[in-house]
């Protein structure tokens, strides 16, 4: 069993940055694979950066704005934005799964926490 805690949203202007955390429980961080997806009013959830080991991957939207890291001894994965635009207005979730492997398809995640505000104003 994993617990996930976000943290790190906020309000911050449109070309500002902000720095995502998500502290996970459970002695086998490491093996799992970590994501982060979006999901804004009225909108589908979204995938937005994931990683293995230590290789991200990233959602085109996010692409070079944004990027994704982990730190096995705290238990924590982070997601550094950068360059942020209104549209990535959203709440961002961290979401955890059991086998290695990047997929964008949140079903495949099977643990997940809270969710963090993220809001940018234009």
């Known amino acids: 069993q994993v617990q996930l805690v976000e943290s790190g949203g906020g309000l911050v202007q449109a070309g500002g940055s902000l720095r995502l955390h998500c502290a996970a429980s459970?002695?086998?961080?490491?093996?799992?694979?970590m994501g982060w997806f979006r999901q804004a009013p009225g909108k589908d959830r979204e995938f937005v950066a994931a990683?293995?080991?230590?290789?991200?991957y990233y959602a085109d939207s996010v692409k070079g704005r944004f990027t994704i890291s982990r730190d096995n001894a705290k238990n924590t994965v982070y997601l550094q934005m950068n360059s942020l635009k209104p549209e990535d207005t959203a709440v961002y979730y961290c979401?955890?799964?059991?086998?290695?492997?990047?997929?964008?398809?949140?079903?495949?995640?099977?643990?997940w926490g809270q969710g963090t505000q993220v809001t940018v104003s234009s």
């Open positions: 990683i293995t080991w230590s290789s991200g």
């Open positions: 459970g002695r086998t961080f490491s093996s799992y694979t």
């Open positions: 979401a955890a799964r059991r086998i290695i492997g990047v997929v964008a398809n949140s079903a495949q995640y099977e643990y």
